[in-house]
């Protein structure tokens, strides 16, 4: 296996199997923040997000359902050569592409948000429909940052620019004019807001392939401050739990949650929310 279980004392997160062959859905850690224009820290996140999980229920009042039995696995964080960030990429495009060719669904666990590349690219080979869905306070849409292509603040330009999927984005707040001129040529795009343009706009995805791919800046810093970029004027936790219970219905086939800081979010709220949007998906995500 290109993959291998990196789990410290193999704690995985909440209520994981033991079992990879068992498995449905499978949370991967990518512990990578070498391109963070701000505050660095994200490759803490997987373990923190972990650990939090603990201080939650297994049962989601939400959804009437439990974590207890669904068919997930925690395989702990990739280790990516730090510093390096072509050769991480091409190792989070390996692991991809071993969980795509076993049937799982690939869900990591940021990190930065340039981990989602390579994850996107290597699910476009197996659905030619695949539509990615962007929650963000950042366009991500830049040619480069300060002459870096390969930047967390221009990831979704280049996931466009190699595999012309359908981009749907919700929540940003906060761009370049070029990349106002780019999102209305070439994306759907929703700013400020996110859940009545989501409710909106279902009907052109429904049925379709979907990667969901969620930084948690898109929620407002004063209820996640843990994070490298954090942009006031954001959705409250409230409506990013509600995100996840929007989707329910939807062929999702690929996840993410990207961007936690712990050192910048000392109550763990930040990873918390994050913790929690994953029980939730987790959830809808062994119904689909």
Avoid at 115 to 141: G, N
Avoid at 203 to 208: D, E, I, L, N
């Amino acid at each position: 296996m290109i993959i291998k279980n990196n789990l410290d004392k193999n704690r995985g997160f909440l209520s994981s199997l033991s079992s990879y062959k068992e498995s449905k859905i499978v949370l991967i850690g990518a512990p990578m923040d070498f391109t963070v224009s701000f505050k660095p820290g994200t490759r803490s996140g997987p373990r923190k997000i972990r650990e939090v999980s603990y201080g939650l229920e297994e049962y989601s009042i939400y959804l009437n359902e439990t974590l207890e039995g669904k068919k997930f696995y925690d395989f702990g964080d990739l280790d990516l050569p730090f510093g390096n960030s072509l050769e991480s990429l091409k190792i989070i495009a390996s692991a991809s592409k071993e969980l795509i060719d076993d049937d799982k669904i690939p869900f990591f666990i940021g990190g930065e948000h340039l981990i989602s590349l390579p994850v996107i690219q290597e699910l476009r080979k197996k659905y030619s429909d695949l539509v990615v869905l962007h929650f963000d306070a950042h366009a991500d849409l830049r040619n480069d940052y300060i002459g870096e292509k390969l930047s967390h603040s221009a990831v979704m330009r280049r996931v466009y620019e190699s595999t012309k999927v359908k981009i749907f984005q919700y929540g940003i707040r906060s761009a370049t004019k070029d990349e106002i001129l780019f999102a209305q040529k070439h994306t759907h795009f929703y700013p400020f807001k996110v859940i009545e343009p989501l409710k909106q706009s279902m009907k052109m995805f429904s049925g379709k392939p979907l990667y969901v791919s969620f930084d948690i800046d898109v929620v407002d810093p004063a209820y996640a401050p843990g994070t490298g970029t954090p942009e006031p004027g954001g959705i409250s936790s409230h409506e990013a739990i509600q995100v996840i219970h929007l989707l329910k219905d939807q062929k999702i086939v690929g996840m993410d949650i990207v961007e936690v800081l712990p050192a910048f979010d000392l109550s763990d709220r930040t990873a918390l929310l994050a913790a929690k949007l994953i029980r939730e998906a987790v959830i809808i995500l062994s119904k689909s």
